[in-house]
Nanobody, 126 residues
Framework: QVQLVESGGGLVQAGGSLRLSCAAS????????MGWFRRTPGKEREFVAA????????QYADSVKGRFTISRDNAKNTMYLQMNSLKFEDTAVYYC???????????????????WGQGTQVTVSS
């Protein structure tokens, strides 16, 4: 089992940047594929980005491609989401998630992630 704690959210003006962190504790971090999701009131949880266990390959939602970068440091048990050129529509609660399913490395399906953090609020002012 793994515990996930997000940090780094806050209020930023449109065009600005934030870096979210997801600190993991428990089982070996490198055994998990990881992802970021976000949710706004009244909407379904939305996939943002995913990263493989070890080789750093990533996948992004079209809405954030070219602006957001997902990364991880297995030595520090931490995953990151660098968010640049933020837009008002990026406002949401951001969640990190971890999965252990065999044969899965990159997935945008929430059902494939077994563990979730509590979320961190990102608010972009227009």
């Amino acid at each position: 089992q793994v515990q996930l704690v997000e940090s780094g959210g806050g209020l930023v003006q449109a065009g600005g940047s934030l870096r979210l962190s997801c600190a993991a504790s428990g089982r070996t971090f490198s055994s998990y594929y990881m992802g970021w999701f976000r949710r706004t009131p009244g909407k379904e949880r939305e996939f943002v980005a995913a990263i493989t266990r070890n080789d750093g390959s990533a996948q992004y939602a079209d809405s954030v491609k070219g602006r957001f970068t997902i990364s991880r440091d297995n030595a520090k048990n931490t995953m990151y989401l660098q968010m640049n050129s933020l837009k008002f529509e990026d406002t949401a609660v951001y969640y990190c998630a971890a999965g252990v399913a065999a044969g899965v490395e990159l997935t945008r399906l929430p059902s494939r992630y077994a563990y979730w953090g509590q979320g961190t609020q990102v608010t972009v002012s227009s």
